[in-house]
């Protein structure tokens, strides 16, 4: 299989974290791409028509894409049990956060990077912010009970978005006032996979 990547991405860290997790490494191949909104590349649009990474592309059925179909898939290829029934929902509602927090957080870096700067709009910038702060609250407050226990996918959603906030947003400082949270993650950014597959 070949997963089209990049290591800047948050979503992509997930997938190459379950891949971490579940032994599969050596079973995937990484395809190495940039892609932003306005500049996609041909084998990532050959691979996900609506032209984003992570995409994996398979040797036995055709390319399956979203970061959340791809962690599933790799879990049930593995019988790893990221995704234990008793907790499904908490985990899925996890996860969703998480990747919301970074569909925000990935918006405010291309507006910076992409847009040109006479079209920047700031307090759009700033409502992806709010956005941001809202999931944080929620995990600080709501959730953190449930980013204990065995590994599971809401964890792994969780551990990729924070460290995109510390890799791409470090100035805003989205620990104070989310000391839980802050701890939470402290421990599980030492985990071997998430070393491993750490943005440069
Ligand atoms: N929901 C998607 C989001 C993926 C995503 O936004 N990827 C970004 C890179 S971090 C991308 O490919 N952006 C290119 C674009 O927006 O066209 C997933 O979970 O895989």
């Given at each position: 299989m070949?997963?089209i990547y ?10 190459n974290v ?7 490494v050596?079973?995937?191949e990484?395809i190495e791409?940039?892609?932003?909104p306005v500049?996609?590349p ?5 691979a996900?028509?609506?032209g ?15 970061s959340r ?6 879990d049930?290829r593995?019988?790893?049990g990221?995704?234990?029934g008793?907790s499904?929902?908490?985990?899925l ?10 569909d925000?957080?990935?918006l405010?870096?291309?507006e910076?990077?992409?847009r040109?700067?006479?079209?920047i709009?700031?307090e759009?910038?700033e409502a992806?912010?709010q956005?941001?702060?809202g999931?944080l ?5 709501r959730?953190?009970s449930?980013?204990n226990?065995?590994l ?5 959603a969780?551990?990729c978005a924070?460290?995109?906030l510390d890799?791409?947003?470090g100035a805003?400082?989205?620990?104070a006032?989310r000391?839980?949270l ?9 985990r071997a ?8």
């Open positions: 070949k997963l990049s290591g800047a991405s948050p979503f992509v860290r997930k997938v379950v891949m971490h997790e579940t032994g599969q050596d079973d995937i990484l791409v940039m892609t932003t500049a996609t041909s084998e990532v649009r050959a996900n028509p609506i984003k990474i992570p995409a994996l592309i398979r040797s036995d059925g055709p390319a399956i894409y979203d179909v791809i962690c599933r898939y790799l049930d593995a019988g790893a990221l995704y234990p008793e499904l929902w908490e985990i509602t996890l996860e969703a956060t998480a990747d919301g927090l970074m925000a957080a990935v405010m870096v291309y910076g990077r992409v040109p700067d006479h079209l709009y700031s759009w910038v992806q912010w956005k941001v702060c999931a609250d929620a995990l600080e407050q959730w953190i449930h980013l226990g065995p599971n996918m809401g964890q792994i969780v551990g924070l460290g995109y890799f791409r947003h805003r400082n989205w620990r006032g000391g839980a802050d701890d939470w993650y402290a421990v599980f950014s030492d996979s998430m070393t491993a597959s750490a943005p440069a």
